[in-house]
């Protein structure tokens, strides 16, 4: 299977910096998206990796290792809006219309 | 900005019934996909579609399920016989080019009692 992995939860205080790990299976990869899901609501795209590096987009940043299969989403200046669960995804092939392969989600607190 | 939409937003139904869930992908895009997330759980796909058929469908997606694009903007997936464990969030998404950033709707939440 194609699996991917990140932690479960993650706690962090108000105003500090947090970084999301995920590590998936390197054969057949063809790009990396991290997606924000707040409770009871859709995925919204926060960026997209492909190649080896850094992406930043204002407070959020990506990376990506593709020899590593390992990428990370780092936030900062965390508030409390950012609560949610940061779901890490894959496309795997680069064969028109692939799906994305989702892990199981990694469910950040923010507090006070 | 363009977005995805999905009716209806709940949609509570007996076992054994038909139900179809209704989606409006954005206007320009071509790919289409259904995803499901049950309670707790992982976001799955279920389906894509390109070019008026299916281009791939996970193990999920057995032959109670067909998707359709009954006209050039509604896209459709129908459950045949609901089964309890059909009971899930049900996301369209759609995404202008294969590769590309995938837009996801509000979701269907499907209960089936």
């Known amino acids: 299977g194609q699996n991917i992995d990140q932690p479960t939860e993650m706690t962090a205080t108000e105003g500090a910096i947090v970084q999301i790990n995920c590590t998936y299976q390197t054969s057949g990869f063809n790009g990396l998206f991290w997606y924000q899901q707040h409770a009871g609501e859709a995925p919204t795209f926060l960026s997209y990796?492909?190649?080896?590096g850094l992406e930043e987009k204002g407070r959020f940043s990506s990376f990506l290792s593709r020899s590593k299969g390992y990428s990370y989403l780092l936030l900062k200046e965390l508030q409390m809006k950012d609560s949610a669960s940061y779901l890490c995804a894959v496309i795997y092939r680069d064969s028109g219309n692939t799906p994305l392969v989702f892990g199981k989600g990694t469910r950040l607190s923010v507090i006070a | 900005e363009p977005e995805v939409t999905q009716t209806p937003s709940h949609q509570v139904t007996q076992m054994g019934q038909e139900v179809i869930l209704r989606c409006v992908p954005i206007?320009?895009?071509?790919?289409f996909y259904w995803y499901r997330q049950i309670l707790g759980q992982k976001v799955e796909f279920l389906v894509s579609?390109?070019?008026?058929?299916?281009?791939?469908k996970s193990e999920i997606f057995d032959d109670q399920f067909s998707v359709e694009r009954p006209d050039g903007s509604n896209f459709t997936l129908k459950i045949r016989s609901t089964k309890l464990e059909d009971s899930a969030m049900y996301f369209c998404?759609?995404?202008?080019?294969?590769?590309?950033?995938?837009?996801f709707g509000p979701g269907t939440r499907l209960t089936v009692l």
């Open positions: 990796n492909v190649l080896d």
């Open positions: 998404a759609s995404s202008r080019t294969g590769g590309n950033e995938q837009f």
């Open positions: 206007s320009n895009h071509l790919y």
């Open positions: 579609f390109y070019n008026n058929e299916i281009s791939e």
